[in-house]
């Protein structure tokens, strides 16, 4: 199969959605290509598998897991017993799935001129998503929530109190093992923390050795619960860090790294332009 020729970068098509531009066949522009590319392997993570029922203040289990939760902020692991079944995990594949599916003009009645909704970021990913506030409920943005197929709705406002319920477990847990009052963490985010989910489509490409799906970047969350595709993989991890919380910097224990400063305005600067 011969390659698409690629276009000079003042040859640019306007910005569109990437479905787009892989259905017309256009050529694959300047914006896209990733000059960090490379063919080197990558080693495969060794991820912690945790379960969620240790991790519970009737659990006899947690000091058992001080070794291998002491930070899960920071390190990616596998978390099993999380309340959620196979089933309803393939639910929510195939909800999505069937979103990205339908006609791309029935997919633009869902855009949004804020976070939430249905676009494309054009910083230079290679996908489509579909991006919504999942709490606090005071934050819905119905209109960008797809109708289609019918049981999208419900399937997300299930999701959003599964993944709460995991991430207050999570937290506190971290807490405890800390040696740290329980609600330490959750505290700092009030009453009503913010939870956003973000769908991916990505489309064929016709030079998917100048693109990345999604560039380097970071996440601006105190978790962030990834959900894989079964048939893709790629996943990539970096640690990175910020700056302890004051309760564990003391005299026998003090801080032995910088504090990031202005870390939400180097977030928003930097994600996701992989620089």
């Known amino acids: 199969m011969a390659e698409a020729p690629c276009t000079a ?75 959620m079944t196979s089933m309803f995990l393939d639910q929510t594949r195939e909800a999505s799935k069937q979103f990205f599916g339908l006609p791309v003009e029935e997919k633009k009645k869902y855009s949004g001129s804020g976070f939430d909704g249905y676009g494309h970021d054009e910083k230079g990913n290679w996908n489509d998503r579909l991006r919504l506030t999942l709490l606090p409920k005071s934050k819905h943005q119905l209109q960008s929530w797809p109708d289609s197929p019918t049981k999208f709705r419900e399937v997300l406002e299930e999701l959003a109190e599964k993944f709460r319920i995991i991430v207050q477990v999570l937290l506190k847990a971290t807490a405890r093992l800390l040696n740290l009052e329980e609600n330490s963490f959750l505290e700092q985010y009030g009453e009503e923390g913010l939870m956003l989910a973000r769908f991916n489509y990505y489309a064929k490409c016709p030079r998917p050795d100048l693109v990345l799906g999604l560039r380097p970047h970071s996440n601006g969350t105190s978790i962030t619960i990834v959900q894989q595709d079964k048939e893709v993989e790629g996943l990539q991890v970096l640690k ?26 180097i977030y928003f600067e930097l994600d996701p332009t992989g620089r």
């Not at 479905?19 to 017309?24: A, N, T």
């Not at 896209?32 to 240790?54: A, Q």
């Not at 005299?251 to 939400?264: F, I, R, T």
């Open 9 to 83: 970068p003042n040859q640019e098509l306007p910005t569109k959605l990437i479905e787009e531009i892989s259905l017309r066949g256009d050529q694959v522009t300047e914006r896209y290509f990733y000059k960090k590319c490379d063919s080197r392997v990558v080693p495969l993570m060794n991820s912690p598998i945790i379960d969620l029922n240790l991790l519970l203040p009737s659990s006899s289990s947690l000091e058992e897991l001080n070794k291998s939760l002491i930070l899960p902020v920071f390190l990616d692991h596998q978390l099993v017993n999380h309340g």
């Open 240 to 265: 990175d860090e910020t700056k302890p919380i004051d309760a564990l910097i003391t005299n026998e224990q003090p801080q032995q790294y910088k504090k990031v400063k202005d870390y939400g305005k």
